[in-house]
């Protein structure tokens, strides 16, 4: 069954530095997600994505974040400059699209990237 | 703006019991979805069971049923013959059907099977 991947499964960064969180979604998949769970906290959403733009953003997702599909393959969440508050578990997802392009329903989640900044 | 409460933070159940987790959802949205996902220690979010709201039948996937009361914005998971492999943390989460596919999610429930 086809699934969503994620490297690195773990990545430990400096405050102040820059992270690139790399996801593959589904090959077939056209709308692509970041969440965040802070550890013991709820899953928030950071962005989506669909045609190679920004189809809706938290206000989490401020201008440290970028998200780019670089190559017909990956998804990536880039933070430019980190901070003690970025660490958390960071989930990509992937889903479909309709006949209308709208996303469906289902979302597919990867196994997440743990990012602790020291 | 959507919200998703689950004012059970942790339960705990027997195995082969059964065991509902409670979710309420507000929103003036008429056309959305709902989900459970499944968090077990892995952190690999899971998906359980979907709801369409514009259904009325509530949505079954094997041991896994829903309770869908949209006039009361209520949507809760019955778990039934309870197996230790269940033990996870249980997210409800809401989706609007637009053209973001955001999804807002609970706070979760800590679940564990006891043998």
Redesign the interface.
């Given at each position: 069954e086809p699934e969503v991947t994620q490297t690195p499964s773990h990545q430990v960064t400096q405050m102040g530095q820059e992270v690139i969180l790399r996801c593959v979604p589904i090959s077939n998949h056209l709308y692509f997600y970041w969440y965040r769970q802070i550890l013991g906290q709820k899953v928030e959403f950071l962005v989506s994505f669909y045609n190679n733009e920004i189809s809706e953003k938290s206000e989490i997702f401020d201008d440290q974040f970028s998200v780019e599909r670089p190559d017909g393959s990956n998804f990536t969440l880039k933070i430019r400059s980190t901070k003690l508050e970025d660490s958390a578990m960071y989930f990509c997802a992937s889903s479909g699209a309709t006949s209308k392009e709208l996303p469906t329903d289902t979302q597919y989640f990867g196994p997440g990237t743990r990012l602790t900044v020291l | 703006a959507q919200t998703v409460t689950q004012s059970q933070p942790e339960m705990s159940v027997q195995e082969a019991e059964t065991v509902t987790l409670s979710c309420t959802y507000d929103t003036s949205e008429s056309n959305y979805?709902l989900f459970w996902?499944k968090q077990p220690p892995?952190?690999?979010?899971?998906?359980v069971i979907?709801q369409?709201a514009y259904k009325q039948q509530n949505a079954t996937e094997n041991r896994f049923s829903v309770n869908f009361q949209k006039a009361a914005k209520s949507f809760s998971l019955k778990i039934s013959d309870s197996q230790l492999g269940d033990t996870a943390m249980y997210?409800c989460?809401f989706?609007k059907?637009?053209?973001?596919?955001?999804?807002?999610?609970?706070?979760?429930t800590t679940l564990t099977v006891k043998p």
């Open positions: - | 979805y996902y892995s952190r690999q979010m899971i998906l979907r369409e997210f989460a989706m059907r637009s053209n973001a596919g955001k999804s807002t999610f609970g706070d979760g």
